[in-house]
């Protein structure tokens, strides 16, 4: 393979570049460049309150004064454990406005996993909803947090709805008072308190802009150290990716979490850059998600097959109008053949999958607007260079076809893992990123995910990849989502296992699902065992935890 020219290139599309500039400059300069253009656009909309994109800016150099202020400089990590709303952007643009490092935090962590993060990460300022004070305020005195700054749901609500949301909150129990003489700072008093001129950093793009941490499904999870240049390069890939968007004109639903790295960047960022309005959902609620589609006509809506999955079942559908929908990117799992062609019937848009991981700011790979070959992540981005090396050594180049671990290079590939020295060597060699994904490239430079390094199943001598058996099963009619996992067996060593959530109102046997994959599938590849239940355990983002699927097959196989 040829560095300088890529085979794949040729299966770009006409119109996008192969190679492009990366201004030498903060991420915050794209907020900056979008204020200029249009500074009365509407950055952001939260539950009927509006922001405009002048209005953010004044917010954000006001937070960023805030937090130098009280002694947070340059380099220092700053905790966000906020769901999707205006005071995320704010204090993630406001960390890096002074050239401190943002530390998303799930709000859903429990306190090890709080303690684990903060820890790991040194932080010493949290910026935290109101609801999660108690955890926050247990955990904190063991940690290096020095600050600790809350927010509530009500601080950016419009009139009158600021002052109905504490009403309804009691009443519901989902209100909590934080103990006076705590030492918590109130956000919006100092927003309101300082001023808007932020002090004067010199941020470089290869200064450390972000910590983003990995999803922990295969352990304590590890801080992937990425760049402003990694953010920024990876929002221009995709932005030269999707040429079609009119830039201060598009409306993103953003309802993946932007503690994500798939949140962060196809929503947040990349909405920014080309000064786009920004519908925030805090949390996946069906019914939220299809009003807010209707209401604000969006037009781009970035999700995980899960959510298009909850849609396409959703029995009340047809009330809703989702053909304002231009494009949907979907990444975090495997996005079904099924799912994807049943979703664009159904909205009018188009639903391509992409690929990426943390460690990448997260995009590599993207299928073209125009079509995509069947089960493939698509071609490598702009600069960004790939290659399948066996996946026992990773020290041999595998030929078109073959099956190995995907490795990539490229502008938005990670520095390495904080303080992991260790981790580092084995996942980066000479540039190249081995993702610990198995996968194979056709001759057009398709990327095609056979599966996890670590969820391939090897059950009597033979290697079953998860994803093709689920490819499967998303193909059977009273099937709405499915996945299957490796699980202890005394005579094969592993055995297929497949966990299925039917469609509304439908039964099914353990033998008829058996049957139908006998029917698509190779012998050893059929589920031995078949679960019907009514929910998988799933990260924020919608990726199904097989991990937590096999730890409880072994603990019942113990009893």
């Known amino acids: 393979m040829s560095e300088n020219s890529p085979f794949w290139i040729k299966s770009y599309p006409e119109e996008v570049r192969a190679n492009l500039e990366y201004p030498d400059a903060s991420l915050v300069a794209n907020l900056d460049e979008t204020v200029k253009k249009y500074p009365n656009r509407i950055a952001t909309i939260f539950m009927d309150g509006r922001l405009t994109y002048s209005q953010l800016k004044e917010q954000v150099d006001r937070m960023a004064r805030a937090l130098s202020d009280r002694g947070v400089k340059k380099g220092d990590r700053v905790g966000m454990m906020l769901p999707n709303t205006p005071q995320e ?5 406001a960390a890096l406005r002074i050239g401190a490092v943002a530390v998303g935090i799930n709000p859903m962590y429990t306190e090890r996993e709080l303690s684990h993060q903060l820890k790991d990460s040194g932080a ?31 601080d950016y609500l419009p009139f009158p709805k600021n002052l109905l949301y504490p009403i309804m909150a009691k009443r519901s129990g989902q209100w909590v008072e934080i103990p006076s003489g705590s030492g918590v700072l109130d956000f919006k008093k100092l927003i309101k308190a300082s001023s808007p001129n932020p002090p004067a950093v010199d941020v470089r793009a290869d200064d450390l802009a972000v910590l983003q941490y990995t999803g922990g499904t295969t352990g304590l999870s590890k801080g992937a150290m990425l760049t402003h240049r990694n953010l920024a390069a990876n929002v221009l890939q995709l932005a030269e990716w999707d040429l079609e968007s009119m830039e201060g004109t598009e409306t993103y639903l953003c309802v993946l979490p932007f503690f994500h790295s798939f949140g962060m960047t196809v929503c947040m960022n990349a909405a920014i850059y ?20 209707q209401k604000y006509k969006v037009n781009v809506f970035p999700g995980t097959p ?27 799992a495997p996005l079904p053949l099924e799912v994807q062609l049943k979703f664009q019937e159904l ?25 995509r070959a069947e089960g493939s992540i698509g071609l490598p981005f702009p600069d960004t260079l790939c290659k399948i090396m066996d996946s026992e050594t990773g020290e041999k180049e595998l030929s078109i076809g073959e099956v190995g671990e995907i490795c990539v ?67 059977h009619p009273k099937v709405m989502e499915a996945v299957v996992a490796g699980v202890k067996d005394p005579y094969r060593g592993e055995t297929v296992k497949a966990y299925i959530i039917l469609k509304e109102g439908n039964t099914a046997t353990d033998q008829e699902i058996i049957a139908f994959c006998k029917e698509r599938l190779a012998p050893y590849k059929v589920p031995k065992k078949v679960e019907f239940r009514t929910e998988l ?16 097959d072994n603990k019942k196989q113990e009893n």
């Not at 109101?130 to 063991?142: C, G, R």
């Not at 981790?423 to 599966?451: A, P, Q, S």
């Open 89 to 93: 952007v704010i204090s993630f643009y």
């Open 124 to 154: 010493e300022t949290l910026i935290f909803l109101d609801l999660l004070a108690p955890k926050v305020l247990k955990v904190a005195p063991e940690t290096p947090v020095k600050r600790l700054i809350a927010t509530g749901i009500k």
């Open 409 to 475: 290079k490229g502008p938005q590939v990670m520095k390495g893992y904080w303080n992991k020295p260790e981790e580092n060597e084995k996942v980066l060699r000479d540039g190249w990123f081995y993702t610990g994904d198995i996968g194979h490239m056709d001759e057009r430079g398709m990327t095609f995910i056979v599966d996890r390094k670590k969820d391939l199943i090897i059950a009597g001598g033979y290697n079953i990849y998860p994803r093709e058996v689920e490819e499967v099963l998303y193909e």
């Open 274 to 293: 080309g000064g786009s309005t920004m519908v925030l959902v805090p949390r996946f609620d069906l019914k939220m998600v299809l009003e807010s589609i």
């Open 537 to 552: 355990p799933k990260t924020m983002v919608g990726k199904i935890l097989r991990r937590v699927l096999v730890e409880e």
């Open 306 to 332: 899960t959510i298009y999955v909850a849609i396409i079942a959703a029995p009340d559908l047809n009330k809703y109008d989702l053909t304002s929908i231009r494009i949907c990117v979907s990444g975090g």
């Open 347 to 371: 909205s009018g848009g188009r639903l391509i999958e992409g690929y990426g991981l943390s460690e990448t700011s997260p995009i590599t790979h993207s299928n073209r607007l125009d079509g």
